[in-house]
């Protein structure tokens, strides 16, 4: 059974960067995305970045020129780093596998638990 | 702000059958691509319920199924449960945007 647990600060102060990370666990990270989903409370859910391998990433265009996806698999982890943070991107981030490109793409089959971080100073 | 449009919320009494819709556009569900539902208790992750418009993983009761037509989409729940009270949210593609979407959810309430 694949598990994957989200770490990193739970705040964060405007203006600087978010930083978390993945860890996975109980299956292969070879030959499947890895995503990172955000939902602001009491909202709802937004894909914010896959990657693949170093050479194949995704980023969603609202948050692009902000985001930066990475993996180590001999770590098996991949991590997020969102620059320049404002109060609108405090949110549970949800790490995931997928999307998942079978026969009929492109779900996310598994997720963590989520780890709440808030930009506050 | 979701290009997939769910109602807010819909309820019904045990055993009753409840369904949501999933309105999308020519560049997402009307452009071909599947739609998948996610089931979210408060407080915890989301959970895969249905993938590829009408499949359903390992472990998922047969009570829920999903279905799609042109530019919509729609998930039924027959045999309302208590336990199925909960978020419900559909998940597509958009080529407009190259991203992932998610709809906007509906609270699903087991009266």
């Known amino acids: 059974q694949v598990q994957l647990q989200e770490s990193g600060p739970g705040l964060v102060k405007p203006s600087e960067t978010l930083s978390l990370t993945c860890t996975v666990s109980?299956?292969?990270?070879?030959?499947?995305?890895w995503s990172w989903i955000r939902q602001p409370p009491g909202k709802g859910l937004e894909w914010v970045a896959y990657?693949?391998?170093?050479?194949?990433?995704a980023y969603n265009p609202s948050l692009k020129p902000r985001v930066t996806i990475s993996v180590d698999t001999s770590k098996r982890q991949f991590s997020l780093r969102l620059s320049s943070v404002i109060a609108a991107d405090t949110a549970v981030y949800y790490c995931?596998?997928?999307?998942?490109?079978?026969?009929?793409?492109?779900?996310?089959?598994?997720w963590g638990q989520g780890a709440l971080v808030t930009v506050s100073s | 702000q979701s290009v997939l449009t769910q109602p807010p919320s819909v309820s019904g009494a045990p055993g009753q059958r409840v369904t949501i819709s999933c309105t999308g556009s020519?560049?997402?569900?009307?452009?071909?691509?599947?739609v998948h539902w996610y089931q979210q208790v408060p407080g915890t992750a989301p959970k895969l319920l249905i993938y590829?418009?009408?499949n359903r993983p390992a472990g998922v009761p047969d009570r829920f199924s999903g279905s799609k037509s042109d530019t919509s989409a729609s998930l039924a729940i027959t045999g309302l449960q208590a336990e199925d009270e909960a978020d419900y949210y559909c998940?597509?593609?958009?080529?407009?945007?190259?991203?992932?979407?998610f709809g906007t959810g509906t609270k699903v309430t087991v009266l």
């Open positions: 995931a596998r997928g999307p998942v490109p079978d026969s009929t793409p492109y779900y996310f089959d598994y």
């Open positions: 109980g299956g292969s990270m070879s030959g499947y995305y």
């Open positions: 990657i693949y391998s170093t050479e194949n990433t």
């Open positions: 020519s560049s997402n569900i009307g452009a071909g691509y599947y």
């Open positions: 590829g418009n009408n």
């Open positions: 998940q597509s593609h958009d080529s407009s945007l190259s991203a992932f979407v």
